[in-house]
């Protein structure tokens, strides 16, 4: 009992509990993140409740890994179905969490397991990672879901990013084993956000001018619908359709939608056997013309459709600069290499999988597994590689 109370005394021990513990509370935190950001819900208000029976979750129902796994997945007052996502995303961070004390303590450790007198630097470097581990998991749920990595993540990110690198230089000196300076380490967040930003922006104007158009098809006629913020267009083939946000078609002057509608509803009138184009400033209806604000509600009704795109949204800019923020320019090139290695392999499969034609596929979760990779051991590989380059 003695040497079990040493051991659950010691350094390594006690705090890798207690931050796996934290990490699946911030788990449970995100999966409010995940659901109520993209909808731009408040995230304290209403409070956590079952989205069927709108019962209100008591907190001894609210204990992350413990309470889905005692309640079966399923709600105590209704018996609603809860995704077992909710359990893989406290589990996962919790893991990240733990995993990234893991990697500060063997940075920052002493011989017997006694961190050295800079304690204040090793949890500041801590307190960095989780953080960007925990941008990086909720962003990647949320593109996985709506195609798009919100403001709040990325921009906070950066800010975030620049803020512990002068707080914490050490966030940078520790992948290669050097102290650096707080100057330093600021001018290598601010290269890696430049970089990230730079490099994803090249690409998505590269993709603008290489692929900048593409045509939807159905055998009959399906619905499209203009909303505020995206088009929604009805799938033959999946229940759910095909959404893109107006932010990613009308990129550049000269983007538009163009199709022939075989029916048009306004909400006054309907026209039927007319060309449709739109652009960020115009909406043509066969011969009229409208200002986008001045049309409430567009509904069309096509078997063809050409909409403008990008060969990723220009919210994979903020997040790879977010990621520069936090990791520095060397990190960037590593996560760009990997992450179009595994999506264009992962990219092949699910569209060989697909049959509805359908081919977005979100981009962010492969730049943040790129990222995680980097920190645990990436960052060993890419200093090898380019020490092998010097002479």
Same mark, same amino acid.
């Given at each position: ?20 513990v ?23 208000? $209403?409070?956590?409740?079952?989205p ?22 399923k709600?105590?007052e ?17 893991i ?13 450790a002493? $011989?017997?397991?006694v961190l ?5 630097m ?6 960095a ?38 707080g ?14 707080r100057?330093?380490?600021l001018l ?13 922006y ?64 306004l ?7 007319? $060309? ?25 009704y096509t ?10 949204g220009?919210?994979d ?36 999988v697909?049959?509805d034609?359908?081919n ?32």
């Amino acid at each position: 009992m003695g040497d079990f109370v040493v051991w659950l005394g010691s350094t390594l021990v006690m705090f890798s509990i207690i931050f796996f513990v934290f990490g699946c509370m911030i788990g449970s935190f995100l999966n409010v993140v995940i659901y109520r950001l993209p909808l731009e819900m408040n995230l304290s208000n $209403p409070p956590s409740h079952c989205p069927k029976c709108e019962t209100p979750i008591r907190w001894y129902r609210n204990i992350p890994l413990f309470t889905w796994l005692w309640q079966r997945g399923k709600c105590a007052e209704c018996g609603a179905s809860i995704p077992s996502r909710y359990l893989l995303v406290e589990l996962l961070t919790g893991i990240a969490f733990l995993a990234a004390w893991l990697l500060v303590f063997k940075q920052f450790a002493a $011989p017997g397991e006694v961190l050295h007198n800079q304690h204040w630097m090793a949890a500041a470097v801590t307190l960095a990672l989780v953080t960007l581990l925990a941008i990086l998991i909720a962003s990647t749920f949320i593109d996985f879901d709506h195609y798009m990595i919100p403001d709040e993540l990325t921009i906070g990110g950066m800010v975030a990013g620049v803020a512990f690198s002068l707080g914490a230089p050490h966030l940078h000196g520790a992948f290669f084993g050097e102290e650096i300076g707080r100057a330093h380490a600021l001018l290598l967040s601010l290269s890696g956000m430049a970089t990230g930003g730079g490099i994803i922006y090249a690409v998505v104007r590269l993709g603008k001018m290489l692929f900048g158009k593409k045509t939807y098809r159905a055998d009959e006629p399906v619905r499209v619908t203009f909303g505020e913020d995206s088009m929604h267009m009805e799938s033959e083939d999946d229940d759910e359709g095909i959404e893109i946000l107006y932010e990613d078609m009308f990129y550049r002057p000269g983007d538009r939608v163009a199709l022939h509608a075989e029916r048009i509803e306004l909400t006054d009138r309907c026209h039927w056997d007319r $060309p449709v184009t739109i652009t960020e400033d115009e909406v043509r209806l066969g011969e009229d013309t409208f200002k986008p604000e001045s049309v409430d509600h567009l509904e069309v009704y096509t078997d063809e459709i050409t909409v403008p795109r990008e060969a990723m949204g220009f919210g994979d800019v903020k997040f790879m600069a977010a990621i520069g923020a936090f990791l520095g320019w060397q990190a960037v090139l590593f996560s760009l290499m990997i992450s179009a290695l595994v999506g264009a392999v992962a990219g092949v499969i699910i569209m060989a999988v697909r049959k509805d034609g359908a081919n977005m596929i979100p981009y962010g979760p492969y730049i943040a597994f790129a990222a995680i990779a980097w920190i645990f051991g990436g960052y060993e590989l890419w200093h090898n590689w380019w020490a092998s380059l010097r002479p």
